[in-house]
């Protein structure tokens, strides 16, 4: 039986059903915009709830560089105004104002002030994390790394000795680019990222500022991923990119809007952050571990060398890295792990071995310059290891397998291959030229 023509009482009821059926319909709809609605009054009315409990603790204020810096630079003041220190009664001048002779002080409003407040100026009232920070490569390693360690002098060489993780270090190749590019480009380049570990005029070290952005402090912002992203990103160490394709990653791009970024630090638990960030596994306190400044002191292996070894400490690191991972994972699983991950490493050293024995002839034959960075073959054995090797121990470490794979390991054998055939081609040319 089909509805066309049909008449009559059938019909009838058929026609009420269809009128009813569009009226259900339209109710649901309007049921389901009503529901939007209610829904997005919902969260905005969370929203103005968080942005309530954060009052501007400034507003009204009698500090008389507020008073006048309300007009001059309103969004510092605004900022600040929000942040926990300033609701701990932490004033502008805690961190700006200076002696008349302190290196660096600049004359202003009859006092003086720090234009680029040091980490001397933190320490006061945090020493432990200034000490952890100092103690780290994030300190003055990262500095020689660009300059060198022959300008360091007294305080600063001391400083940069007493780091154990400071010693296999200034690689030469690395800092020869610094000086072949000259200040005009470094300045926008290496320095960008390296100036963490920059001595200022006082004499103190490094740039908190570079992870706690003025004038906020906020704990959100200095543990989400994107805060390290500024240095830990690109061809020779793609933290971050790897870190995207994670499931660790994946998880805080899905869910990380929803994860408690405010948490007191010391006193996070999976249920504040239920997957593993940067800051996490490097820094934040989490369930067992402290919170840390030092971000070697869960380290094991020396990742970034040619050559990968174990550090100095990586016993009682590693228990402390671990014991990160075991609030989410057991133990097991990160034994099963760990060993994988060390067997990817020694397979990567394997190759860079190999680039230097395949290097070993030319360099017995003299056919190499001895400048850095002047010849093509220069710029292949270098990628090979600083760019590919490392990339594939990153992705290993950090669970990227495009990364350990293609952007990694399958450069590292292209470009082995590459280096063979152009030793091969030289040290046949030579022997031509000989003969
Ligand atoms: C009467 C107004 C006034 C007062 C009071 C004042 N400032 Fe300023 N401040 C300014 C102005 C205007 C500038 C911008 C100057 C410029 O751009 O050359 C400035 C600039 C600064 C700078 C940047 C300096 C630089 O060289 O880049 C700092 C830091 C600063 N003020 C901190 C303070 C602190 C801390 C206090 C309180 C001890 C304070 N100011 C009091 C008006 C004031
Ligand atoms: C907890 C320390 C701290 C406090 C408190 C603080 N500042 Fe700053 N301020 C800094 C740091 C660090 C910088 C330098 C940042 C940089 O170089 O990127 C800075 C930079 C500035 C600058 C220079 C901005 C520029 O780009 O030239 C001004 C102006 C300033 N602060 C004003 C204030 C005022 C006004 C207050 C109080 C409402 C205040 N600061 C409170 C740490 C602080
Ligand atoms: C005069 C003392 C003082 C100085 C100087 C100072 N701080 Fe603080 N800072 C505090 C206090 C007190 C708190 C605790 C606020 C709270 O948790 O209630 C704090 C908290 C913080 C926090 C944690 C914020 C949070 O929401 O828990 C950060 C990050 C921070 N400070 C960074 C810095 C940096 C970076 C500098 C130097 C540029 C600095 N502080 C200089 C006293 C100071
Ligand atoms: C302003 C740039 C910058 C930012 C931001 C930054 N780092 Fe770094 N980081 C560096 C540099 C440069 C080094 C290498 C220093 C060296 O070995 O010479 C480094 C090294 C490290 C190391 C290796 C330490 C070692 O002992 O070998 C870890 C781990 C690390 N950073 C984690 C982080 C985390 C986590 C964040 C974010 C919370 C972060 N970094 C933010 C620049 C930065
Ligand atoms: C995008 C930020 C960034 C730039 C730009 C950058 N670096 Fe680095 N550099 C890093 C980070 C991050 C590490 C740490 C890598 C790791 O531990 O995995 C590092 C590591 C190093 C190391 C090895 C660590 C050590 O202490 O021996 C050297 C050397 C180095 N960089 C020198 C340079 C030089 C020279 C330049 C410029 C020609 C430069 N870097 C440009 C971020 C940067
Ligand atoms: C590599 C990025 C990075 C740098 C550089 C950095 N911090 Fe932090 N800081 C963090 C992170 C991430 C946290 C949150 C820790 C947590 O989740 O437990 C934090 C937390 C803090 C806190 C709150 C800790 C607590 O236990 O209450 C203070 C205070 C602080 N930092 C001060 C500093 C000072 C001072 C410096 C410079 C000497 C500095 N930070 C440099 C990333 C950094
Ligand atoms: C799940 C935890 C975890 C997360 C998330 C994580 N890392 Fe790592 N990271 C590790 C482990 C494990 C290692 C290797 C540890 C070892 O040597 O024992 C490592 C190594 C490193 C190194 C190499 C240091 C060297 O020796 O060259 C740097 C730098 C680093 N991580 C930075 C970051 C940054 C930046 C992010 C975020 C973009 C990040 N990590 C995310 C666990 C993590
Ligand atoms: C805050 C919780 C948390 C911490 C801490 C954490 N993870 Fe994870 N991890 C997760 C979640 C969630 C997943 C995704 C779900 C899954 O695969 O079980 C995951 C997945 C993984 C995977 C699976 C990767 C894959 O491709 O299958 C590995 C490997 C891993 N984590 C290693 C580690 C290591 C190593 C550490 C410590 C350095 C660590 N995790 C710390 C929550 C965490």
Not at 79 to 93: D, F
Not at 148 to 175: C, F, Q, T, V
Request: glycine letters at 8%; charged letters at 20%.
């Amino acid at each position: 039986m089909s509805d066309f023509g049909v008449t009559g009482h059938d019909g009838a009821v058929r026609r009420w059903w269809s009128v009813g059926r569009l009226a259900i319909l339209g109710f649901a709809g309007v049921l389901m915009v009503l529901g939007v609605v209610l829904i997005i009054l919902a969260t905005s009315d969370r929203d103005l709830a968080a942005e309530e409990e954060r009052e501007n603790v400034l507003a009204g204020s009698d500090n008389v560089c507020v008073g006048c810096h309300a007009n001059t630079t309103p969004g510092i003041v605004d900022q600040y105004g929000h942040s926990t220190m300033a609701a701990a009664n932490v004033s502008c001048q805690d961190c700006h104002e200076v002696a008349a002779d302190h290196p660096g002080a600049v004359a202003h409003e009859d006092t003086w002030v720090l234009a680029d407040p040091t980490t001397a100026m933190c320490e006061r009232c945090h020493p432990a994390e200034t000490r952890q920070y100092l103690a780290s490569r994030h300190g003055i390693p990262a500095y020689v790394a660009m300059v060198g360690k022959e300008w360091l002098s007294g305080d600063l060489l001391a400083m940069y000795d007493s780091i154990p993780e400071a010693a296999p270090n200034p690689n030469e190749e690395r800092n020869a680019l610094y000086a072949l590019e000259g200040p005009a480009v470094t300045r926008f380049a290496c320095e960008g990222c390296h100036n963490i570990g920059r001595p200022a005029p006082d004499g103190s070290v490094g740039e908190c500022q570079q992870c706690h952005l003025r004038h906020e402090f906020s704990l959100e912002q200095a543990r989400k991923p994107e805060t390290c992203n500024a240095c830990h990103i690109g061809p020779d160490h793609p933290q971050w990119e790897i870190y995207q394709e994670s499931p660790h990653g994946i998880a805080y791009a899905t869910g990380g809007y929803r994860w408690n970024w405010e948490v007191e630090p010391g006193r996070a638990t999976v249920m504040d952050i239920p997957a593993a960030t940067c800051a996490l596994c490097h820094v934040s306190g989490f369930g067992g571990t402290g919170t840390t400044h030092d971000v070697g002191e869960r380290l094991t292996w020396y990742l970034f060398t040619p050559v990968s070894e174990m550090r100095p400490n990586a016993d009682d690191n590693r228990v402390r890295m671990q014991t990160v991972c075991l609030e989410c994972h057991n133990q097991g699983f990160i034994d099963a792990f760990y060993s994988d991950a060390a067997a990817a490493t020694l397979a990567v050293n394997e190759w860079v071995l190999e680039s230097r024995e395949i290097m070993q002839p030319l360099a017995e034959a003299g056919l190499l310059t001895p400048e850095p960075f002047d010849d093509p073959i220069d710029y292949v054995f270098f990628e090979l290891w600083h760019h590919w090797g490392r990339t594939a121990k990153f992705g290993a470490w950090m669970q990227g397998p495009d990364y350990t794979q293609w952007h990694g390991a399958y450069e590292v054998l292209s470009d082995l291959a590459e280096l063979r055939e152009m030793v091969v081609e030289r040290l046949d040319a030579a022997e031509l030229t000989g003969g």
